[in-house]
């Protein structure tokens, strides 16, 4: 694979000959023959649902032409029931406006799994599309005493079928071929349905105002919708939607479902497909190891000590293995710092060297070693297949708030970022829980919040053990978790109502994570930090030192501390304070609360900033968790206090501070009203939350 | 629902984890009755029930397909002699 996928690929204004498009059941290796075709990296994992919307790239075909490649999110049919496999109908059935329809389709089947892989096979040679079946995983069907008879399938499909291993590199020179084969004559074979209701059908077609080579499928999913999915229907006549349901009335009539009779046809017939092709060995009684693990992994008590066990390591990792490299970088980067300002006079451009862009950037990168450790796990929850699993015992708790399982998958995935969370929310079949789990999503604790928990972890735990570190950050992670359920539950008893939805869910077997594919999703995910950190944090860190430092006091004399009290940015944490101060927080938290609002990293870059530019030139620059424990009010009581410390991580958990989330909510919910909403309902729990925790922790007694 | 079943009839829900199951029919009512077939849930076709919970895992064609237990309250199956 490593030498396809670095194949060359056609420059984009090369004319494209060829459109093609790869679809499949979900988790079936779509998007590995994508990648490896098209050399670029799209996610791969295995769980149903890593590909949520369509992806394009360029590839040669075996005589060099050039090929634009279109990767579909996974689909067991294309009688939809999400947004996810919308995408890929409406393009093989030309709906989508800026998307031609695909001269081939490659449609991925998984050859450990082929009977209910052939289904969509089944659906696909009724669209009169020329197909490529991929068999795909021979390699695990062979393992688990599968055979398949390739010249019996390509017979009994009437199409060509490559044997492919595409984790390995095998198959792909054959795919090639068969994809540039010219012409590729559409399918000339599909399950035959019973007369009545092929009759029915075929009446259907010849009425839609749709191009010849369409109508039959067109009509067959028309036709096999239920009522309510008909009734939502807004691409074709209302007259079209009554003269369907009228051949449905009919069929029911003489006896037929018109729901479930085409999926028995198609099933006939891929059991007359598998009968030929197919040669099992292997007992049924026999436990595979996934079912062993599945014993274990989903069992109402095991499962959750599993997986409360699972997160403690990786918290515990996060503490103990990232601590020396972070270690290093620290030191490099406060030796770096010393460097510059030892070679420039004392200036502004020192100080915006030394105290803006060095403090601030230092100050946010020092956290790449935890962010990979966190990638590092997250990555192997997913390659190994436990995602589903995790979905499957948080299901009994996600339906006491209203949603099912499935919105965990979500929810889990926002542990490294919200914006693929807010994604994945594509594979939720109801508008509503959708919804809900889009405004949950954020409060699940991302990688941008390491950092903050990390630092005040840091200053008022000073001397404490990993095991007690991991603790506060694994309870900071089930806070997110916890108040995400609550609003949850509030959301669907009042804004979205609606019933709670019946769990259906694809275990895909364990696997062995190909650490390959981890190491390529530390790199990306280490790389965009790096790259955030230079840029966005960078440009914050600069505006940051501007506002920290101008204006500058009239009075020449007066110390770095009143000189930041009457610059910009002390003017507005000063303005803000009275909103703060309930919570314990002085105005320079208050600068790296306004600072942190379109970043949550930024928080610790702002704290940098604001101490190294307080600090001065003349005294030496310690680590911010030290300078920030000395930190005093002028009655000389510390600022960061275990309260204050423990109130901003929960502020931290509970607010919605990216732009890059809003705008992706924004573009999931098609309005500008439910980002909003977020924003507004997320910062006002984390004022409430980081109010209980400081008053409350003082009535209590504590500091 | 509450209509008695025949002798030998239960539904997925209620069956013993690890047992070997066909399935008899899907209530024809249930909302993800056509998903379910589509999944391979056809009558006549073998499943074992693999884990019990809030929801149930089963598998049948070779893959594991987790469901809702009150959705498995709509498969009916009956016993397969060993």
């Known amino acids: ?703 | 629902m509450s209509a008695p079943f025949p002798a030998g009839i239960l539904t997925l829900a209620r069956a013993r984890v690890g047992e070997r199951l066909r399935v008899v029919t899907i209530c024809p009512d249930c909302p993800e009755c056509v998903r379910l077939r589509e999944l391979g849930f056809q009558d006549r076709m073998e499943v074992r029930k693999v884990s019990d919970g809030a929801a149930i895992i089963c598998s049948l064609m070779g893959n594991r397909v987790a469901i809702g237990r009150d959705l498995g309250e709509h498969v009916r199956v009956e016993k397969v002699a060993a």
């Open chain 1, 1 to 703: 694979m490593t030498a396809l996928a670095s194949a060359p690929v056609p420059a984009p204004t090369r004319d494209v000959v060829r459109h093609v498009a790869i679809a499949g059941n979900p988790n079936c290796g779509k998007s590995t023959i994508f990648n490896a075709l098209t050399g670029l990296r799209q996610k791969v994992g295995n769980y149903p649902g890593v590909t949520v919307e369509k992806k394009t790239g360029r590839f040669f075909g075996s005589h060099g032409e050039a090929m634009e490649l279109l990767d579909l999110p996974g689909s067991y049919s294309l009688q939809v029931r999400s947004p996810d496999e919308a995408v890929a109908r409406d393009v093989l059935l030309a709906r989508q406006p800026d998307t031609p329809r695909p001269d081939v389709v490659i449609c991925v089947v998984d050859a450990s799994n082929l009977e209910r892989n052939l289904y969509l096979v089944a659906q696909m040679l009724e669209l009169q599309l020329p197909v490529v079946v991929a068999l795909n995983m021979v390699d695990v069907a062979e393992k688990n005493g599968v055979v398949i008879d390739l010249m019996a399938l390509r017979e009994k499909l009437g199409v060509p079928v490559v044997s492919m291993v595409a984790t390995k590199g095998v198959g792909f020179i054959e795919l090639r071929q068969a994809v540039s084969r010219s012409p590729l004559p559409p399918p000339t074979i599909c399950a035959q349905m019973p007369i009545v209701l092929e009759r029915e059908v075929m009446a259907l077609a010849k009425a839609l105002p749709v191009p010849a080579e369409l109508a039959r499928g067109e009509a067959l999913l028309l036709l096999t919708l239920h009522e309510e999915a008909l009734a939502e229907v807004t691409h074709h006549d209302p007259s079209m939607i009554e003269a369907t349901l009228e051949a449905q009335r009919r069929l029911r009539v003489t006896g037929f479902d018109p729901l479930s009779a085409p999926v028995e046809a198609r099933y006939a017939w891929i059991g007359e497909v598998c009968s030929a092709v197919l040669h099992k060995g292997g007992g049924f009684d026999a436990l595979t190891i996934s079912d062993r693990l599945d014993g274990v992994l989903t069992h109402r008590i095991w499962g959750w000590a599993a997986f409360l066990a699972m997160m403690t390591v990786m918290f515990f990792c996060i503490f103990t293995v990232a601590a020396y490299p972070m270690d290093w970088i620290e030191g490099g980067l406060s030796a770096f710092g010393g460097w510059v300002g030892s070679l420039l006079p004392e200036s502004d451009l020192r100080s915006l060297l030394t105290d803006g862009v060095i403090a601030g950037v230092s100050g946010v990168l020092v956290f790449l070693p935890q962010i990979l450790v966190l990638y590092f796990f997250l990555g192997i929850l997913e390659d190994t297949g436990y995602m589903a699993r995790a979905a499957f015992i948080m299901d009994r708790l996600m339906s006491k708030v209203g949603l099912h399982g499935k919105s965990f998958i979500p929810m889990l995935s926002s542990f490294a970022c919200a914006i693929p969370g807010v994604m994945a929310t594509r594979t939720i079949e109801n508008r509503k829980d959708r919804l809900v789990t889009i405004l949950v999503a954020p409060l699940m604790s991302c990688s941008a919040r390491l950092p903050v928990y990390a630092i005040m972890i840091a200053v008022f735990l000073p001397v404490a053990s990993a095991w007690q570190k991991s603790g506060i950050m694994l309870s900071m992670y089930m806070l997110g978790l916890v108040v995400a359920f609550a609003m949850a539950w509030l959301f669907k008893k009042t804004l979205l109502r609606g019933e709670t939805p019946m769990l259906l869910l694809e275990m895909p077997p364990y696997r062995i994570p190909s650490w390959r594919t981890i190491l390529i999703r530390m790199w990306e995910r280490g790389g965009l930090f790096v790259r955030r950190a230079g840029t966005v944090i960078l440009a914050l860190s600069v505006l940051l030192w501007a506002l920290s430092t101008y204006p500058k006091p009239s009075d020449p004399d007066a110390t770095p501390a009143e000189a930041i009290a009457h610059s910009t940015a002390g003017r507005i944490g000063h303005a803000i304070e009275p909103l703060i101060a309930p919570l314990g927080y002085d105005w320079k938290i208050g600068i790296g609360l306004i600072g942190s609002f379109a970043a949550r990293e930024v928080f610790v870059s702002t704290m940098s900033i604001v101490y190294n530019v307080q600090a001065g030139d003349d005294e030496d620059t310690a680590p911010l968790r030290e300078t920030m424990r000395a930190e005093r009010h002028n009655d000389g009581r510390p600022v960061f206090t275990p309260l204050v410390c423990i109130g901003l991580m929960v502020f931290y958990v509970l607010a919605m501070q990216c732009v890059s989330t809003v705008a992706i909510v924004r573009r999931e919910t098609n309005s500008w009203r439910w980002p909003l909403f977020q924003v507004a309902y997320m910062t006002g729990l984390a004022w409430i939350g980081a109010f209980i925790v400081f008053q409350g922790g003082r009535l209590l007694g504590f500091q």
